[in-house]
């Protein structure tokens, strides 16, 4: 029985193989048949030649209609063509290019012992997390494995199980690393290589990373880049690692935009633009925001500092400097709210997809119109209603809004009402004051913010110059303007690019010494960090000058106390001898008496100098002149201050009037009680007088109780009643037998 059944077994499995080769043939035939003109009547994903676990995973994902760049795209990625795709922002070009992938790895015959058929590459975090669940819903019906390796991970983990995945997606640094020190990762026989938001991928900084990675990656494969907006590196990009590709441009010039997304734009003042967000906040409490930022300092400070004054909505931040578990747990928390706000930086700008945002705030003007695009594309998503709303300072608006109208983008240009503005710069500064860490945090977020200024390459819009810098940093409730310390060149700016976004693994490989031992980690705390930093010279002078000091004073040990301000007399010492006699004794301890020495007591002013003076030396003569004569003014004064003082004698004797009727009240109301006391008294004792006559006649033959002592008996002021004479009566003893009996008896005692 048992050789039956697993005869049959193996039979059934021939079967079914047979009909997958079958199924697969026919889609092969289907796809080699399918003409442009055919493809573009499509609507619904079940009319291309997909595998029926695919469109099975797409129906329970809910993605029934394809988008203009899923139906251009797809059929041609099933016939083996290079791609160049560029759709607006919120067109689905993820499931355009990941249902190619899971297709290609089906008709290739892909199983896990293949090594990795597909590569992905996202530019951040967040996006290629997206990437990966999507890939969950619609290839759960697939027998492929997939792989997310990103940053701020446990690399030590991935390394174990990379070279058993199918489908791998990540970030550009964390998989060169992989490729430079996994030894189980094979990337030989890749089919497939899709990048994701490609121009921000090289904005970011990875150029030089992206071309290791090509370079190992074998020429044999299909490519697909994919973009909402498509920039010159992109292309230089497309001819290195595309061949004869075919180009798909779904978003014309006058649909750069989502066409449901309502746009507009307002001209402020720098200073002005944390009030205006704040009363922006507060005007729409039941809105989903999302708020852009340059730096993520920004984001941090402006958190920081709206968390503490409380605008009644929840608040969240995103940036590029936060943890990986921080930074997961925050785009779950935003995507799951309804009702928040989100500060973040161009870090959320590309892919993700939150659902129903309200507003796209941009507090700061973006780097380009492409930025633009990406930014106001997280709202109106699918066809979805959304608005946006740009914050341009004066010296920006002609140049940025130039350059949108050549893109045919034109929002609308609004005027904020005064009734509506609130503003905050004094609660600001209250909270500097306070707090020295958000004062530090208001420093970095000043310097961060002319930094992204100064580096950015279109100088008509960005002008650091014509920025009114000093008010800017009161706004930010900082007691001056920091210092600057700006790089040179753009050299520097390019190494201050590759420096923030190299691994921290590769960096530790680069100062490997010689012998192949990685230097020893100095153990450094977030202090160390801060000072060690270029523009630690945010601190105030004299606080460097006070560790100046105070590093000076470690090296003199035997010096107990040292004068660092020589610039003012310190006068004669005063005499510390201790008063001897009595009556000096009495003088020092008392105030009355050894105010008389002193004389009344002189209002004294200080100078600029820090001098004190009396307040008619720093009066002006002419100032003085024009009151009057000098007697005139005395006369006055002394009638002023008699006046006052009559005026405070009648006062001072209306209250001792007042304390002597009080104090006469209470002394006769004591009177009152001790008299009322004493009567009840006297009743008492005759009451009891009463109880003891009635005793005394009773005839009972019981034992009286014990009689409790009356109040008046244990009382300590009552006086002891005077102590009878004892008597001894005898008679006269007449003769000296009478005498001697009568001393016996007194000797007793009888």
């Known amino acids: 029985m048992a050789k039956i059944k697993k005869r049959h077994t193996r039979e059934e499995q021939k079967k079914l193989s047979e009909l997958a080769s079958q199924e697969l043939e026919a889609l092969r035939a289907r796809i080699d048949e399918l003409e442009d003109d055919q493809v573009k009547q499509f609507t619904k994903f079940e009319e291309l030649p997909l595998t029926k676990g695919t469109l099975k995973g797409l129906k329970e994902s809910s993605y029934v209609t394809m988008t203009d760049i899923q139906r251009d795209t797809i059929h041609l990625a099933l016939k083996g063509h290079d791609l160049l795709g560029a759709a607006k922002t919120g067109s689905g070009k993820t499931l355009a290019f990941l249902i190619p992938v899971i297709e290609k790895l089906i008709h290739e015959n892909w199983n896990e012992f293949d090594g990795v058929g597909a590569l992905i590459i996202s530019p951040t975090r967040e996006l290629a997390m997206q990437i990966y669940e999507v890939l969950l819903k619609i290839g759960k019906y697939s027998s492929f494995s997939a792989g997310l390796v990103i940053g701020g991970k446990d690399y030590s983990f991935e390394k174990d199980r990379i070279g058993k995945m199918n489908i791998l997606i990540g970030t550009p640094g964390r998989l060169l690393q992989h490729m430079d020190q996994s030894a189980t990762l094979n990337l030989d026989n890749l089919q497939m290589l899709v990048l994701d938001e490609a121009d921000r991928i090289l904005d970011l900084g990875f150029k030089k990373t992206l071309d290791d990675i090509v370079c190992n990656l074998p020429p044999e494969r299909q490519t697909l880049l994919f973009s909402a907006t498509q920039t010159k590196s992109v292309q230089d990009l497309a001819r290195l690692s595309l061949v004869s590709p075919k180009y798909v441009n779904t978003s014309s010039d006058a649909t750069t935009t989502p066409e449901s997304l309502e746009q507009s734009y307002v001209v402020i003042r720098l200073q002005d633009k944390l009030d205006i967000l704040w009363s922006f906040i507060k005007s729409h409490l ?114 940025f809004v130039k350059r949108m109208d050549a893109r045919k983008i034109q929002p609308k240009k609004l005027n904020i009402r005064n009734s509506k503005k609130k503003s905050i710069r004094d609660q600001i500064q209250s909270l500097c004051f306070k707090s020295p860490e958000l004062k530090y945090l208001g420093q970095k977020a000043f310097i961060s913010y002319c930094k992204s200024v100064y580096i950015q390459k279109d100088k008509e819009v960005f002008n650091l110059k014509e920025l009114p810098l000093d008010e800017f940093a009161k706004s930010l ?49 977030k202090y160390d960090k801060m000072f060690e930093r270029t523009n630690q010279g945010v601190l105030s002078e004299h606080y460097l000058k006070l560790n100046a000091d105070m590093e000076s004073d470690r090296d003199e040990e035997d010096e107990f106390m040292s004068i660092k301000r020589q610039d003012h007399d310190l006068g004669a010492e005063p005499d510390l001898d201790a008063p001897t006699s009595k009556r ?46 000098a007697e005139q003014q005395k006369a006055q004064f002394v009638a002023q201050e008699k006046k006052s003082m009559e005026l405070a004698d009648v006062e001072d004797k209306d209250v001792a009037k007042r304390k002597r009727q009080e104090k006469k009240i209470r002394r006769k109301e004591l009177e009152r009680l001790a008299e009322e006391s004493e009567s009840e008294s006297e009743s008492e004792a005759d009451l009891d007088a009463d109880l003891d006559a009635d005793l005394e006649e009773s005839d009972s033959d019981d034992e009286r109780p014990a ?44």
Request: net charge positive; with cysteine.
């Open 286 to 399: 039941d809105s989903k925001i999302l708020v852009f930022v340059s730096s993520s300092k920004q984001v941090h400070f402006i958190y920081e500092t709206f968390r503490k004054l409380q605008p009644g909505i929840s608040l969240m931040k995103l940036h590029g400097r936060q943890k990986q578990k921080a930074r997961l747990e925050t785009t779950v928390k935003f995507t799951e709210s309804r009702n928040c706000c989100l500060f973040a930086t161009d870090i959320v700008a590309r892919g993700l997809d939150f659902p129903a945002i309200d507003w796209v705030v941009q507090l700061d003007c973006p780097e380009d119109v492409a930025t633009y695009i990406h930014r106001v594309g997280r709202s109106a998503r699918a066809g979805r209603a959304g608005k946006s709303m740009l914050m341009l300072t004066p010296s920006e608006e002609d140049a």
């Open 477 to 525: 409730g900082l007691p001056g303007t920091p210092k600057l310390k700006l790089p040179v060149g753009d050299a520097e700016l390019e190494k201050q690019k590759q420096r923030k976004n190299t691994s921290r693994q590769l960096k530790l490989l680069a100062k490997a010494t010689d012998d192949g031992e990685l230097e020893a980690k100095k153990v450094r705390t």
């Open 584 to 629: 000096a004794i009495k003088k020092a301890l008392s105030k009355k008496l050894s105010s008389k020495d002193r004389g009344t007591g002189t209002k004294m002013k200080f100078d600029d100098e820090g001098v004190a003076h009396p307040i008619y030396e720093l009066e002006d003569e002419d100032d003085f002149h024009k009151l009057g004569p």
């Open 707 to 750: 009689k409790k002592p009356r109040w008046f008996e244990n009382k300590p002021h009552a006086r002891p009643e005077p102590e009878q004479p004892r008597v001894i009566e005898y008679e006269q003893p007449e003769t000296m037998e009478d005498l001697e009996a009568l001393t016996e008896r007194l000797i007793r005692g009888d």
